[in-house]
């Protein structure tokens, strides 16, 4: 079967980092992404993992564990406009995104 | 320019109806995709096209059509409207089936709230 775990909610204030775990069960594992999705718009691409260990981009870094079928999206340094729901999905085979739920995250000053 | 363009944005229909949306992507890519957003937020995977081929098909009622007249257009006719199919319907597109480069790029979404 096909699961995907993550916290539904998040809060955090600006400046501070935030990391946002997902932990995932499916079969055909074929790579983790991230999405952000403001309320009322689409998701974004974030990130990309497909080896074990840390992907670092900008303020953003995500890590891979296979073997404990875990991942973690790292937020630094954040901002108001941090404030959005993250995805986590999982590949399985060439093209079905399996999504979780989605951690919405709320940024105060 | 969009890269994924999806259309109507908004659509209030009555239960019964038998409404459209279209999509069109002008990323080049092979594979286009259709998802749905429930009101708890849940994005899942409805179908899947590659090169006008479909390729995923998520146990989604006969009621939900896709057509893909060429490899850049992937709409989706629904018949016979009802309450539950009120949700956010994304159109996607993605360039390589299962490679790095397979990331999924998303159209604004449809809303469609079904009354």
């Known amino acids: 079967g096909q699961n995907i775990d993550q916290p539904t909610e998040m809060t955090a204030t600006e400046g501070a980092i935030v990391q946002i775990n997902c932990t995932y069960q499916?079969?055909?594992?074929?790579?983790l992404f991230w999405y952000q999705q403001h309320a009322g718009e689409a998701p974004t691409f974030l990130s990309y993992n497909v080896l074990d260990g840390l992907e670092e981009k900008g303020r953003f870094s995500s890590f891979l564990s296979r073997s404990k079928g875990y991942s973690y999206l790292l937020l630094k340094e954040l901002q108001m406009k941090d404030s959005a729901s993250y995805l986590c999905a999982v590949r399985e085979g060439t093209d079905k995104l399996i999504f979780g739920t989605g951690t919405r995250l709320q940024v105060f000053p | 320019d969009t890269a994924v363009s999806q259309t109507p944005k908004y659509l209030v229909t009555q239960m019964g109806n038998d409404k459209s949306i279209k999509c069109e992507q002008n990323l080049g890519h092979d594979t286009m995709y259709w998802y749905k957003q429930d009101s708890k937020k849940f994005l899942k995977i409805m179908f899947s096209y590659n090169n006008k081929e479909l390729i995923i098909n998520e146990t989604v009622p006969n009621r939900f059509s896709p057509k893909s007249p060429d490899k850049a257009h992937l709409n989706l006719h629904i018949n016979s409207l009802e309450l539950g199919d009120s949700a956010v319907y994304f159109c996607?597109?993605?360039?390589?089936?299962?490679?790095?480069?397979?990331?999924?790029?998303f159209g604004e979404g449809s809303w469609l709230t079904v009354v």
């Open positions: 996607a597109s993605s360039q390589e089936r299962g490679g790095a480069g397979n990331t999924i790029y």
């Open positions: 499916t079969s055909g594992f074929n790579g």
